[in-house]
């Protein structure tokens, strides 16, 4: 009996969920055809439409980056090293980053033509030289891979655990192509990588991998495929990559929804996730807070727009008399600083202490371009938790509460849990935020610190909230040389050890 899906018919019932029912659309079923893919994510009842060429597309590029992690174990240290040196090399050579930077402007230049957010796209003098930094940083770190975790002897025998790597590590970001640089991370700790970036930074990613990428590979002597990108525009090949159980694990960044969904895709099909999706900093004021100190704090955390941005500021009902004009005097000079008007929301319940000149209409840089739209508008305080995504503006919500302790409960039931940041005196008051603050993050001044590369010297994978849970024996921080598993040896000197009594 065949029991392949050849087709699909409109309105035709597929079950989710255990005991909830999904529709075929009628442009789903005029789309599908024999070879294609349908993934029905159990959480949700989104039927996912996979065409069979990137279907078989991505099954390639994962097979090749599996066939290359069998091959890592005699891959050296040194050639390693040896990779990230003459990649940082590449993309310091004019010569080869002139063919890059070629590619990343034609994105750019399409990107507009959208209407899409180009700020994370260009491959600005700045991104380019924290590629080169990064790599340069993981030359310089020192190999995990074979290190002993624990050592535990008997009478004849001792059993050894050491650190190993993982296996195929699968990514799928947004169009920004610094992270192309990012993901080799994994190599370290003897892993490869596969991965789908942004249709906005697809060109860009092609042109790394012929110029800059495939070169350093084959010069420093590793196996072909050790990094695979799936060469597609297609949202549906981040879908097939995500469903390929020969991942060990997937690893997600961009919009919330998209990232949700991604993560959903791997986890039904019993791969490992780690999603940084929605972000969004918080900075809490207690009553004891230096005005200065949170008026700087505010400032300096909204110098661009990235996931640790301030993105929600909760001031206490006792210092809103002073903390409140801060506030107000901080976010426009933060879009002064990017010459745009700024952009505040507000709490109802909250408008009471925003003068009124706030509500006027201005402009403000979208996407787009020049909106005239209210510089502060009314929003629900379930809203706290949505994520800003300005482009040039800077933008923040702000709710007045009645203490740090009010302010934890709407971090925890609304936020994304990700960073916290406490402006207080009190060193009690410290104590007890990070005790219950749930964040992977914590803080006492500007959020803009959350950086793997900024703060703890390692190029980062992606920062991790908690929306999803804890992650066990690893914090918020997605490192290359964070992604192992551990494999256990045993050497026996005793050859007649027997284990019946």
């Given at each position: 009996m065949d029991n392949d899906l050849n087709s699909l018919t409109e309105g035709m019932a597929i079950p989710y969920g255990g005991d909830k029912v999904a529709f075929v659309s009628a442009e789903l079923?005029?789309?599908?055809?024999?070879?294609?893919?349908?993934?029905?994510?159990?959480?949700?009842?989104?039927?996912?439409?996979?065409?069979?060429?990137?279907?078989?597309?991505?099954?390639?590029?994962?097979?090749?980056?599996?066939?290359?992690?069998?091959?890592?174990?005699?891959?050296?240290?040194?050639?390693?090293?040896?990779?990230?040196?003459?990649?940082?090399?590449?993309?310091?050579?004019?010569?080869?980053?002139?063919?890059i930077a070629e590619a990343n402007s034609i994105d750019v230049q399409e990107a507009k033509s959208k209407e899409r957010s180009t700020t994370r796209l260009e491959l600005s003098s700045t991104m380019r030289s924290n590629m080169i930094e990064g790599l340069r940083m993981w030359s310089r770190t020192t190999s995990r891979r074979g290190e002993s975790t624990e050592s535990i002897s008997h009478e004849g025998w001792t059993v050894n655990q050491l650190t190993a790597g993982l296996g195929v590590v699968g990514f799928v970001f947004e169009g920004r192509p610094n992270v192309f640089a990012d993901a080799t991370g994994v190599l370290r700790s003897g892993n490869t990588v596969v991965f789908r970036i942004g249709s906005d930074a697809l060109q860009t990613a092609n042109a790394i991998a012929e110029y800059a990428l495939n070169p350093a590979l084959s010069e420093a002597g590793l196996p072909t495929g050790a990094v695979s990108l799936?060469?597609?525009?297609?949202?549906?090949?981040?879908?097939?990559?995500?469903?390929?159980?020969?991942?060990?694990?997937?690893?997600?960044?961009?919009?919330?929804?998209?990232?949700?969904?991604?993560?959903?895709?791997?986890?039904?099909?019993?791969?490992?996730?780690?999603?940084?999706?929605?972000?969004?900093?918080?900075?809490?004021?207690?009553?004891?807070?230096?005005?200065?100190?949170?008026?700087?704090?505010?400032?300096?955390?909204?110098?661009?727009?990235?996931?640790?941005?301030?993105?929600?500021?909760?001031?206490?009902?006792?210092?809103?008399?002073?903390?409140?004009?801060?506030?107000?005097?901080?976010?426009?000079?933060?879009?002064?600083?990017?010459?745009?008007?700024?952009?505040?929301h507000v709490v109802e319940s909250s408008a009471e202490f925003i003068p009124e000149e706030w509500f006027r209409n201005v402009s403000i840089d979208r996407a787009e371009g020049q909106v005239i739209e209210p510089q502060a508008e009314l929003i629900q305080i379930s809203d706290l938790g949505h994520e800003w995504e300005w482009e040039n503006s800077p933008e923040v919500s702000l709710v007045i509460v009645d203490s740090v302790e009010n302010s934890v409960e709407l971090f925890n039931e609304y936020s994304p849990q990700f960073v916290a940041s406490l402006i207080s005196e009190d060193e009690k008051e410290h104590n007890d935020f990070y005790k219950s603050i749930n964040a992977p993050f914590v803080?006492?001044?500007?959020?803009?610190?959350?950086?793997?590369?900024?703060?703890?010297?390692?190029?980062?994978?992606?920062?991790?909230?908690?929306?999803?849970?804890?992650?066990?024996?690893?914090?918020?921080?997605?490192?290359?040389?964070?992604?192992?598993?551990?494999?256990?040896?045993?050497?026996?000197?005793?050859?007649?050890?027997?284990?019946?009594?």
């Open positions: 079923a005029d789309l599908f055809s024999t070879g294609d893919h349908l993934i029905v994510v159990q959480t949700t009842g989104d039927l996912l439409h996979i065409p069979r060429g990137i279907w078989s597309l991505s099954q390639e590029a994962v097979g090749n980056a599996y066939t290359a992690f069998t091959q890592m174990g005699a891959i050296t240290d040194e050639a390693i090293t040896a990779f990230y040196e003459a990649f940082a090399r590449y993309l310091e050579q004019d010569d080869s980053f002139e063919l799936v060469n597609s525009p297609a949202r549906s090949a981040g879908h097939a990559m995500f469903s390929d159980e020969r991942l060990a694990l997937a690893v997600a960044r961009g919009s919330g929804p998209a990232v949700a969904q991604l993560g959903a895709v791997a986890r039904q099909a019993g791969i490992p996730v780690s999603l940084h999706g929605t972000g969004g900093a918080w900075i809490i004021a207690g009553d004891s807070a230096d005005q200065e100190i949170f008026k700087s704090a505010i400032f300096h955390s909204l110098d661009r727009k990235v996931c640790n941005t301030l993105n929600t500021c909760c001031i206490p009902k006792s210092r809103a008399h002073d903390l409140v004009p801060a506030f107000l005097e901080a976010l426009p000079q933060a879009g002064q600083r990017r010459d745009a008007q700024s952009k505040l803080g006492n001044g500007f959020t803009r610190w959350v950086d793997g590369q900024y703060a703890l010297g390692r190029p980062e994978l992606g920062l991790s909230n908690w929306q999803f849970g804890r992650l066990f024996g690893r914090g918020g921080v997605l490192s290359g040389d964070s992604v192992f598993t551990i494999r256990t040896t045993v050497e026996q000197t005793d050859p007649n050890i027997t284990r019946l009594k």
